[in-house]
Nanobody, 116 residues
């Protein structure tokens, strides 16, 4: 059974940091590109950051460049999103996604709230 389980969300003050994790099981994690998306209330889901299966290449939304870092540990079947200098506009539910050819898996999401 395929599972993607996000964790690490919570309430943080502006300027603070959080590290999200997404633990994968039920598929060959090291063969999949991984992406973090987010969806704020009333807005469409948007891509935050992606990483290739080997971890050699990453891509970021302009809004998070220089503040967020995506990484993966294929030995632990886990992808991470280190979020620094958080802003109120980063408030959203964050989802991890695994894709390879026609396979496309989603986690249940973790809430990140940036507020003083």
């Amino acid at each position: 059974q395929v599972q993607l389980v996000e964790s690490g969300g919570g309430l943080v003050q502006p300027g603070g940091s959080l590290r999200l994790s997404c633990a994968a099981s039920g598929f060959t994690f090291s063969s999949y590109a991984m992406t973090w998306y987010r969806q704020a209330p009333g807005k469409e889901r948007e891509l935050v950051a992606s990483i290739t299966s080997t971890g050699r290449s990453t891509n970021y939304a302009d809004s998070v460049k220089g503040r967020f870092t995506i990484s993966r540990d294929n030995a632990k079947n886990t992808v991470y999103l280190q979020m620094n200098s958080l802003k109120p506009e980063d408030t959203a539910v964050y989802y991890c996604n695994a894709v390879r050819w026609s396979a496309n898996y989603w986690g249940q999401g973790t809430q990140v709230t940036v507020s003083s």
